[in-house]
């Protein structure tokens, strides 16, 4: 969270984790697990986010795709990949398209490299359609 917020100065805020009884929304864990409570500004939705929309935003953010991922991208300037960035993780709002909901991690060099990711932030972002 602390990356996701740093990487697209969200105002995201964490407010502590609870712990429900309820069944959990990801298929396959049981009950009983740990859940992060955050609270955000409201944003006022402004049409729907698109995967053309997403990757102006992160490719203007410096940002390459990984083709063959799950919505994944990668930053070779700092490591920073994320997966998960398909439009249900993004608000179109009036002030633009916010990120709300992707995972984040940060990987040296040589585990970008590892990876087949190329770490010359000059190479060119190609738009894959998804």
Do not use: C
Request: net charge negative.
């Amino acid at each position: 969270m602390a990356l996701h917020i740093e990487v697209f100065a969200s105002d995201l805020r964490l407010e502590g984790v609870t712990i429900s009884d309820k069944p959990s929304m990801i298929i396959g864990q049981p009950s009983g697990q740990p859940s992060i409570v955050i609270s955000q500004r409201w944003y006022k939705k402004d049409g729907v986010a698109t995967n053309e929309a997403i990757h102006h935003l992160l490719a203007e953010e410096g940002f390459r795709p990984v083709p063959s991922s799950y919505f994944g991208w990668y930053r070779p300037e700092d490591g920073v990949v994320i997966v998960d960035a398909k439009p249900d993780n993004f608000i179109r709002t009036t002030e633009g398209l916010l990120a709300i909901d992707l995972q984040m991690a940060q990987f040296t060099t040589d585990q970008l490299a590892a990876a087949g990711l190329r770490s010359d932030p000059a190479s060119p972002v190609i738009y894959i359609p998804r």
